[in-house]
C-alpha cells in the first residue's frame, strides 16, 4: 500500500531528495501549507528575505557558490511579478533553479479572486519549463523531472505553481526517485583530430573563455590548452565568474566590452578558439563588428544557442569543456611534437611582458598615486579591498564603474572565488552575496557593490544578520548613478544629469545598515581604508563599510 502524505511534506521531502539544503522564500498566505509542513522538515532550513526579487537573488548567487540545485518560493502573482527582475538575471547565467509559487485553490481560481494570476504563463519566457500541479498525484513526477530539467545543460531555471488546495491534500503515493543526466561527454575521435589538426594549423590562435569553465570545473584544462599553445588567452567581455586562472603566463584579462577595444584585441590573430560560451557578448550598440574579418572560429561547449551564435564556425563541438580538453591537450601534444614546444615557449616569453600578471604590476603602480587623493579615488578603494581580503575570500562584485580594475587585480584562483553581475540587471550583488556565503559558511565573502545599486535590494542586509554570516558589503558611495552619467556624457555630450543623483538628502548606508543589524562604518580618508577593511574582513558576523569616493564622472 502506498505511503498517505499531504502535499505539502511530499514537496519538501522531495526537494531534500534532490539535494536542494535551503529553500529561500518570502511567505504569504497561500504558502502557508508549507510552512506548516516545515517543523517536520528541520534538515531543510529556511531564509526568509524582506522581498521576492531578493529570494530568488539569494537563491541564484547560493547556486552559482555552490553547483548545486536550489529551490525558492514566492507568494502568487504579484511575487512572481516582483522576482521576474532576478529571475532573466538567473536565466542568464543558466542557474539550475526551482522556483515555486503558491496559487489560489483550484476550486477558486475561475472566480479570479484577489492575488490570483496566470503563473505559467508569465514565468514561462525566463523558464526552461512551466508548469501548475493540478492533481497531488503529479506532484512527485512533476519535482522530479523539474529537478533533471533545471540541471541538464544547458542549466536553467523551472517553475512550478502549487496550489493550495494540493498542498493541503493527503493521498497515497510514491515519491519516486531523482534522475541526474550525465552530459560529461567528450568528442569523437573523428572530430578530436579535426580540431587538433585546425588549431595546429593556426599560426596565431587566441583562446576566449566563458562561464562553462566554471560550470566544467575546467580552469586547469583552460590553462593547459593555452600553455601548450603558447598563445593569450582572454575572459569574454562578460565575465561573470573564474574563467581563467589568473596567474597562468597566458592570460591576458577581459576583453572589454566595447566593439572597437575587443576588435583590435582579435585583430593580429588568425584563429579564434572559444571554449564553454558566447565569445563576442556586446552591451552598447555599435556600428563597428567585434569580429575582425576573415578571422575563423571553432568553438566548443554544451550550451546550444552560444555555439555559432552570431558568427558561423568552422568547427563546433557540443561537448563538455573540461572532458574535450582533457582529450585535446595530449592529442596537440602528441601531433605538434617539438615544433609545438618550441612555439609555445616562444609565445610564453613573448606574453610575458603584457599578460595579466605584468598588466597588474603596472597596474598597482598607477593606482598607487591616488592614495592621498581625497574624496577617496575609487580606483584606489578597489585596490584596497583586493589587498585586504583573505585568500580564501569570495568577491561578490556589482562596483560596476567602481569595480572597473577589479579584475585586474584579483587573482583568479578557484572557480568560485569569483562572481558579478552577469544579465547588467542591477540590484544582485547584496542579497547574491547572502546566498553565496550560506553556501560557502567556511570562507569569508565580501561584497563590493554601488551605492546605486545596492538600493534596489537594501533589505538583504536583515538576511544577512539574521544568519550571522561572515560576509562584508562594501558600500562605494559616489552619491548617484555615475555610469548613467558618464553614458549621457559620452552619448549625447549633456551633463545635466536629471534624475541621477540621490545627494538631497544623502542616503546613509551606515545609518540603513546599523537599524537592519550590521555593524557598520563610514570611512572617508584614503588612509584608513586598508586597516579597516583587514579588521572587518577578518572577523565574524555581517557587516557595512560605507565609503564616500569621489563623484567625478570621468
Given at each position: 500500500m502506498k505511503n498517505r502524505i499531504t502535499g505539502r511534506s511530499a514537496f519538501l521531502a522531495l526537494l531534500k531528495d534532490e539535494g536542494v539544503t535551503h529553500l529561500f522564500g518570502n511567505p504569504g498566505t497561500t504558502e502557508l501549507p508549507i510552512m506548516h509542513a516545515l517543523k517536520d522538515h528541520p534538515d531543510l532550513t529556511y531564509v526568509m528575505a524582506m522581498q521576492e526579487s531578493l529570494v530568488v537573488a539569494m537563491a541564484d548567487g547560493f547556486s552559482r557558490a555552490s553547483g548545486k540545485l536550489v529551490a525558492c518560493n514566492v507568494h502568487v502573482a504579484p511575487g512572481l511579478g516582483n522576482a521576474m527582475g532576478s529571475l532573466y538575471n538567473a536565466s542568464f547565467t543558466g542557474t539550475p533553479l526551482i522556483l515555486t509559487a503558491g496559487q489560489q485553490e483550484q476550486g477558486h481560481g475561475l472566480t479570479e479572486p484577489v492575488l490570483y494570476g496566470p503563473l505559467v504563463q508569465m514565468a514561462t519566457p525566463l523558464v526552461k519549463w512551466a508548469v501548475e500541479v493540478t492533481r497531488l498525484e503529479d506532484l512527485p513526477r512533476i519535482v522530479r523531472r523539474a529537478a533533471k530539467i533545471a540541471t541538464t545543460p544547458p542549466t536553467g531555471p523551472v517553475f512550478i505553481s502549487l496550489p493550495g488546495d494540493i498542498l493541503n491534500a493527503e493521498v497515497g503515493i510514491e515519491l519516486g526517485r531523482s534522475t541526474r543526466v550525465d552530459t560529461r561527454v567528450r568528442p569523437s575521435e573523428d572530430s578530436l583530430k579535426a580540431l587538433a589538426a585546425r588549431i595546429l594549423?593556426?599560426?596565431?590562435?587566441?583562446?576566449?573563455?566563458?562561464?562553462?569553465?566554471?560550470?566544467?570545473?575546467?580552469?586547469?584544462?583552460?590553462?593547459?590548452?593555452?600553455?601548450?599553445?603558447?598563445?593569450?588567452?582572454?575572459?569574454?567581455?562578460?565575465?561573470?565568474?573564474?574563467?581563467?586562472?589568473?596567474?597562468?603566463?597566458?592570460?591576458?584579462?577581459?576583453?572589454?566590452?566595447?566593439?572597437?577595444?575587443?576588435?583590435?584585441?582579435?585583430?593580429?590573430?588568425?584563429?579564434?578558439?572559444?571554449?564553454?560560451?558566447?565569445?563576442?557578448?556586446?552591451?552598447?550598440?555599435?556600428?563597428?563588428?567585434?569580429?575582425?574579418?576573415?578571422?575563423s572560429i571553432v568553438q566548443v561547449g554544451l550550451v546550444d544557442s552560444d555555439l555559432a551564435r552570431n558568427y558561423g564556425a568552422e568547427i563546433a563541438v557540443k561537448a563538455d569543456v573540461k572532458e574535450t580538453l582533457r582529450a585535446l591537450v595530449p592529442a596537440l601534444k602528441e601531433l605538434g611534437g617539438g615544433a609545438l614546444e618550441a612555439r609555445a615557449r616562444q609565445g610564453l616569453a613573448a606574453l610575458s611582458t603584457k599578460n595579466w600578471a605584468a598588466k597588474r604590476k603596472a597596474l598597482v603602480e598607477q593606482i598607487s598615486k591616488a592614495s592621498q587623493t581625497s574624496p577617496i579615488d575609487p580606483d584606489w578603494l578597489a585596490l584596497q579591498v583586493v589587498e585586504a581580503m583573505p585568500d580564501n575570500a569570495i568577491l561578490v562584485d556589482e562596483g560596476l564603474t567602481s569595480s572597473r580594475q577589479i579584475l585586474g587585480l584579483r587573482s583568479h584562483r578557484d572557480r568560485y572565488g569569483y562572481h558579478a553581475l552577469a544579465s547588467g540587471g542591477i540590484g544582485w550583488g547584496l542579497p547574491a552575496a547572502v546566498g553565496v556565503s550560506l553556501a560557502n559558511p567556511q570562507r569569508p565573502v565580501v561584497c563590493y557593490s554601488g551605492d546605486g545599486s545596492s538600493m534596489y535590494s537594501i533589505q538583504s542586509l536583515w538576511t544577512a544578520a539574521n544568519h550571522k554570516l561572515p560576509l562584508t558589503f562594501v558600500i562605494v558611495n559616489n552619491g548617484g548613478y555615475r555610469i548613467i552619467k558618464q553614458r549621457l556624457l559620452a552619448f549625447h555630450g549633456d551633463d545635466n544629469y536629471v534624475g541621477m543623483d540621490f545627494i538631497d538628502p544623502p542616503v546613509d548606508f551606515t545609518g540603513v545598515a546599523r537599524s537592519l543589524g550590521l555593524e557598520a562604518i563610514k570611512v572617508t580618508d584614503p588612509q584608513e581604508l586598508k586597516g579597516v577593511m583587514k579588521s572587518a574582513f577578518s572577523r565574524p558576523g555581517a557587516k557595512l563599510i560605507e565609503v564616500m569616493v569621489s563623484n567625478s564622472v570621468n
Open positions: 594549423k593556426a599560426e596565431r590562435p587566441v583562446i576566449v573563455v566563458g562561464d562553462e569553465i566554471v560550470k566544467s570545473d575546467a580552469l586547469r584544462e583552460a590553462a593547459d590548452l593555452a600553455e601548450t599553445l603558447g598563445c593569450p588567452a582572454w575572459q569574454s567581455p562578460t565575465p561573470y565568474g573564474s574563467h581563467f586562472l589568473s596567474e597562468s603566463p597566458s592570460f591576458m584579462g577581459a576583453i572589454a566590452r566595447l566593439q572597437k577595444v575587443a576588435r583590435d584585441v582579435l585583430a593580429p590573430h588568425d584563429l579564434l578558439i572559444a571554449l564553454g560560451g558566447d565569445p563576442l557578448r556586446m552591451s552598447v550598440y555599435s556600428e563597428v563588428d567585434p569580429l575582425p574579418d576573415g578571422l
